[in-house]
């Protein structure tokens, strides 16, 4: 709405008003971002496949009962709340998914996964996380302190 349209529409007051809303709707964007599973996002109309990890999938339950797939999902939206996300695109997988390392606040979601034993290091395609994966192994935390199977292998028994 031009200034000219709301000079003849509103008074002062209101127009004040109306240009304040419309700066803060401009000034301060919303990134729509989703979290997929454990380690697939949605942002900005991109769904984006973390690079270098391989989360248990959605329902996916350990031998021990350990719901591993709805508690990676929800540690990497709780990662994710609140913070910047940027991804930084390294390649396409089979399914047209942009594999990226991606970062909220700066903090690598992919090796924030893997150390918190919520993914594993998927070291087909990578060792950057092999170091993160052997100190959550050696303190038992999330599926390496679970009778968990790898979501690869998971995957290969549906």
Same mark, same amino acid.
């Given at each position: 709405?031009s200034r000219?349209?709301?000079a003849?529409?509103l008074p002062?007051a209101k127009?004040r008003r109306?240009?304040?809303?419309l700066a803060c709707i401009?000034?301060?964007?919303?990134?729509?971002?989703t979290v997929?599973?454990?380690?697939?996002?949605k942002?900005?109309?991109?769904?984006?496949?973390?690079?270098?990890?391989d989360?248990?999938e959605?329902?996916?339950?350990?031998?021990d009962?350990?719901p591993?797939?709805?508690?990676?999902?929800?540690y990497?939206?709780a990662?994710?709340r609140?913070r910047?996300i940027?991804?930084e695109?390294?390649?396409?997988?089979r399914y047209?998914?942009?594999? +990226?390392?991606c970062? @909220?606040?700066?903090?690598?979601? =992919?090796?924030a996964?893997?150390?918190?034993g919520? !993914? &594993?290091?998927f070291t087909?395609y990578?060792?950057?996380?092999e170091? +993160?994966?052997?100190a @959550?192994?050696?303190?038992g935390? =999330?599926v390496h302190?679970?009778?968990c199977?790898? !979501? &690869?292998?998971q995957?290969?028994?549906?």
């Amino acid at each position: 709405m031009s200034r000219r349209v709301l000079a003849l529409v509103l008074p002062v007051a209101k127009r004040r008003r109306v240009l304040f809303i419309l700066a803060c709707i401009f000034a301060f964007p919303v990134h729509a971002q989703t979290v997929i599973d454990g380690d697939t996002i949605k942002l900005d109309g991109t769904t984006y496949r973390i690079h270098g990890i391989d989360a248990p999938e959605t329902h996916q339950i350990c031998d021990d009962g350990y719901p591993a797939g709805i508690e990676a999902t929800a540690y990497l939206r709780a990662m994710m709340r609140d913070r910047r996300i940027t991804c930084e695109p390294k390649t396409t997988d089979r399914y047209g998914r942009t594999v +990226a390392l991606c970062r @909220a606040d700066g903090m690598d979601l =992919g090796e924030a996964m893997v150390r918190a034993g919520m !993914a &594993w290091a998927f070291t087909r395609y990578s060792r950057d996380y092999e170091l +993160a994966e052997s100190a @959550a192994r050696f303190e038992g935390r =999330g599926v390496h302190g679970r009778n968990c199977k790898p !979501a &690869w292998e998971q995957r290969r028994e549906r």
